[in-house]
């Protein structure tokens, strides 16, 4: 099974010139791989809140995409989000990493998340293109399409769990991102 490492260095390679919002478990990775001003580390209390920051930034950005990378746990705390994103023809990338856990606050289990299609969300509340990835392979031979194009658009990543990791800290304080953003995006 894929690891939440591997999906990240997997999008890595085939972003392009997006702003990339991570939340939780995506803050303590992310940085390794990426130091763009057009990053965004949205914590703390992000839980749910990353795909509505993302559409607001394609509002306010039109033609610049955004790729935001959410957890099953947050996705869930807010799923009105993706009826909400699905009314507007804009690049926004939602990259859900799905450890089954709420990984960062402890590793408890989220509830029925064996039986949880977030695909099935994702096109019910009317995402026109969505992809579900179990294995980096599956992930990599579709990465560059699904986070191209018009949108917005859904990636569910299926990732391995791991239970006992704390919660991240932004690499930059709240102040300082938002003024590295601001001049990224002109």
Not at 9 to 19: D, F, G, K, M, P
Not at 46 to 72: E, H, N
Not at 93 to 110: M, R, S
Request: aromatic share 6%.
């Amino acid at each position: 099974m894929m690891t939440h490492r591997d999906a990240l260095e997997v999008l890595a390679l085939h972003r392009r010139e997006q702003v990339v919002i991570t939340t939780m478990g995506s803050v303590a990775i992310w940085p390794q791989l990426s130091d763009s001003p057009l990053d965004f580390h949205y914590l703390p209390s992000s839980m749910g809140q990353g795909v509505p920051l993302g559409l607001g930034l394609c509002f306010a950005k039109p033609g610049r995409g955004v790729i935001v990378l959410t957890g099953d746990g947050g996705l869930l705390m807010n799923l009105g989000c993706l009826v909400t994103a699905a009314q507007f023809a804009v690049p926004l990338y939602i990259v859900l990493i799905d450890n089954g856990l709420y990984e960062v606050t402890g590793g408890q289990p989220v509830p029925h998340a064996s039986l949880t299609d977030f695909g099935a969300f994702a096109r019910g509340a009317g995402i026109p293109r969505v992809y579900a990835c179990g294995s980096r392979a599956e992930w990599d031979a579709v990465a560059s399409e699904a986070t191209s194009g018009s949108g917005p658009v859904f990636v569910w990543l299926k990732v391995k769990g791991e239970v006992g990791k704390p919660t991240p800290s932004a690499p930059r304080p709240m102040a300082e991102q938002i003024a590295r953003l601001r001049g990224a995006l002109g």
